[in-house]
């Protein structure tokens, strides 16, 4: 980077406080001196981060390939997806342990769930009668004794007005009919699915970010051959206009060539716009600021030869990431059918559990308890083997389809490489080409220049001949981009 505007004005003010002060004493002279050296190293300090500031990062390929998997939101996707499998194969793991619940319940009903009149005097009439002179005594001494109370008559029995009730309850699976086995097989299957897609979806986000990334120095390129024609046109005006002024030629070559200035300036604005644009997508997928985005515009000219990255499909074919998917979609159908099998089998469990209840706090006739118990329970189901077992056979049906897909998508992934070589082996020969067109097109400028020059040629010969060599680099640009595109598509569909 070329130094900052500002770097003169470091260089003047130090020159003008180079020179010390006169004084006429010691003091004054180390106190000028002092302050010299401060405001130096301030205007230092002050030229430094100017440089700082102008400074900015040019971005290569592989680092806007590294931000955009730090960054971009369809890489974050995919990472949280593959989280979200990983708590799906957690929350199927705890299926393994004993599942624990607690239950309270209160209740105040209106009136007594359960009421009855209690007829007992056969019963306490003669006790009554033995009691009777012991009452009496005992009321005469001033005992606080209701006869009511001993009497004989029929009572009104209340019961179950209100009540508290309590249990806790731990239930372990002894046999799901492989339900827990298999909901776990798939579960850690899903983890391997979802790092698979993760994979998936980063191969596309790179070769998306490629392809901006090469669109925009192939319009750097096309920046460059109009600024090369702009110099052309430029030099032939001024010849021109000499010439015009000379009366050596007519005022009509001169609006030939200012017409050809006005095309470029009309198509150097279109570049310019689409370059911008083109940055501002590429900034957004890396996860950057737009403003001030840069690229490397090194355009390498060292590209592997069509030999060299020649791949054997077949052996590619069982690396590619779809046709990990595919084995993982049957192994999941697969795993289906055990699932639903399990299903319809019985299913036993074993348990424990501590009980508590309390029922007419305060009443007549109170009760509580509380215990503990051991249970074990057995599952067995018998009619849900009629809809069952068409469940099953569908899964079954499923395991097929996915079978089918499965050698489906292999002769489509070695009919896509294939295509893929296909277009990379014409890319390569349209950028041979195009190569070709441009020393022939730079010659053909150089003819045109040296005849019209010698006075043997036309100005519209000239323009035709620098227009032909503005479109051959550009065709030139457009074909080795064209192929590296190509080129990275086929090393990621053959898993290079």
């Not at 005594?137 to 009104?156: H, I, K, R, T, Y």
Request: glycine fraction near 6%.
């Amino acid at each position: 980077m070329g130094a900052p505007k500002n770097a003169k004005i470091c260089v003047t003010l130090h020159s003008q406080n180079a020179h010390l002060p006169q004084a006429n004493s010691a003091f004054a002279y180390v106190a000028s001196l002092a302050l010299n050296i401060f405001r130096s190293a301030l205007i230092t300090i002050a030229c430094l981060l100017c440089n700082l500031v102008h400074a900015q990062e040019v971005f290569t390929l592989e680092r806007c390939k590294e931000l955009a998997l730090q960054n971009n939101s369809q890489a974050q996707n995919s990472r949280l997806s593959i989280e979200a499998a990983e708590q799906v194969r957690k929350e199927a793991f705890t299926k393994y342990f004993p599942s624990v619940s607690a239950t309270g319940a209160g209740f105040r009903a209106g009136k007594p769930m359960m009421s009855m009149e209690m007829d007992m005097s056969s019963m306490m009439q003669p006790m009554m009668d033995g009691l009777a002179p012991v009452m009496g005594w005992m009321m005469e001494q001033g005992a606080p004794l209701d006869p009511s109370v001993f009497s004989a008559e029929p009572q009104q029995m209340e019961m179950l007005k209100k009540g508290v009730l309590v249990g806790v309850m731990a239930m372990q699976p002894v046999y799901a009919g492989g339900q827990i086995v298999t909901g776990n097989r798939l579960a850690k299957l899903g983890v391997e699915a979802a790092q698979l897609q993760k994979t998936m979806s980063e191969d596309e986000l790179l070769i998306t970010v490629e392809q901006y990334f090469w669109q925009i120095l192939s319009l750097e390129e096309k920046m460059k051959t109009i600024a090369e024609a702009e110099n052309l046109l430029n030099r032939a005006h001024t010849d021109v206009k000499n010439a015009v002024e000379a009366g050596l030629v007519n005022r009509n070559d001169l609006l030939k060539v200012e017409l050809k200035q006005n095309e470029l300036e009309s198509g150097k604005l279109q570049l310019a716009n689409g370059l911008r644009l083109s940055k501002m997508v590429l900034a957004q997928s890396v996860g950057v600021s737009a403003d001030g985005f840069e690229i490397d515009k090194t355009f390498a000219e060292n590209l592997p030869s069509l030999v060299e990255v020649r791949a054997d499909h077949l052996s590619a074919l069982y690396q590619r990431t779809e046709y990990q998917l595919l084995d993982k979609n049957i192994e999941a159908n697969r795993m289906m059918v055990k699932l639903k099998t399990g299903e319809n089998l019985p299913t036993a469990a074993v348990g424990v559990g501590w009980n508590y209840f309390s029922f007419d706090k305060g009443g007549m006739m109170p009760m509580k308890n509380d215990f503990g118990m051991v249970f074990g329970t057995v599952s067995v189901p018998i009619t849900n083997w009629w809809g069952g077992s068409h469940a099953i056979k569908k899964q079954k049906i499923q395991v097929q389809i996915a079978e089918n897909e499965k050698r489906n998508a292999e002769e489509m992934l070695l009919i896509q490489m294939q295509q893929l070589w296909n277009e990379l082996e014409e890319a390569h020969a349209q950028m041979q080409l195009a190569e070709k067109g441009v020393s022939t097109a730079l010659e053909h400028v150089r003819l045109s220049d040296d005849y019209y020059q010698a006075g043997t040629g036309l100005l519209t010969e000239l323009l035709d001949a620098q227009n032909t060599l503005q479109q051959a680099r550009d065709q030139y640009t457009e074909a080795a981009t064209g192929y590296r595109m190509k080129l990275s598509k086929y090393k990621q569909a053959t898993g290079e």
